[in-house]
């Protein structure tokens, strides 16, 4: 995971936050009603987290400043993205050795115990 950045959105990108937030007066038509405030606030978060290049699921307030201060965490490029998907695969495949490895090394032993017991037998 990279490490988290401060951000500072501007005077208009919070004006934009704050009105996507707002709930909208409707009429239900259809049976289908629009997107919810929630909704409509988390677009927003996106859209300001494609324009700024950080990912809007990571966003922190920052205590002890204004509301247009933030940190989140800064969106991966298509390189970190490629190297970070063969680390972690490369991780799970070393998991899944050592988990087999381990699985075998209990088998040996308990097949040389039960072999043993034979032989007193």
């Known amino acids: 995971m990279y ?3 401060n951000y500072e959105m501007s005077e208009e990108d919070l004006n934009e936050l704050l009105s996507a937030c ?12 629009p997107p919810s ?10 859209r300001l987290g494609k324009k700024m290049g950080f990912d809007s699921e990571t966003v922190q307030p ?13 969106a991966e490029n298509e390189t970190q993205r ?9 991780e799970r495949k070393a998991a899944e050795i050592k988990k087999l490895e381990d699985e075998i090394n209990e088998r ?3 097949l040389v115990l039960l072999k043993q ?5």
């Open 62 to 74: 920052i205590e002890g400043k204004g509301n247009r201060f933030f940190s989140a965490v800064p």
């Open 82 to 90: 490629t190297e970070r998907l063969k680390r972690e695969a490369e």
């Open 22 to 33: 707002r709930p909208v007066p409707y009429i239900l038509v259809g049976g289908f009603a």
């Open 117 to 121: 017991e034979r032989l007193e037998i």
């Open 37 to 46: 405030p929630q909704d409509n606030a988390n677009a927003a978060w996106r």
């Open 108 to 110: 040996q032993v308990k």
């Open 3 to 5: 490490p988290r950045t």
